[in-house]
């Protein structure tokens, strides 16, 4: 039996859309939606749960392409109520 770091290495996410990751309403398991993985968006979408997951850590990486293209234009810094 794979763990869970095994099968996150082995599956491909690199450029994948995230869809959904948390844990799940019952707040014991912990799952992620993945789509668009290898393929026309709406034909590759895989749910992947972890049963009795107590704890999870999780990180996001933007490359320098992505962080350069972003505008502040939407980025309200002074704002009153």
Request: charge should be negative.
């Amino acid at each position: 039996m794979s763990t869970v770091k095994e099968l996150l290495e082995r599956e491909d996410f690199f450029d994948a859309a995230i869809l959904r990751h948390g844990f799940t309403d019952y707040i014991r398991d912990y799952e992620i939606i993945v789509g668009a993985r290898n393929g026309p968006p709406k034909t590759d979408v895989h749910k992947y749960q972890f049963v009795g997951c107590v704890e999870a850590h999780y990180e996001t990486e933007l490359g320098q392409t992505f962080t350069q293209s972003l505008s502040d234009e939407y980025v309200y810094s002074n704002f009153e109520l």
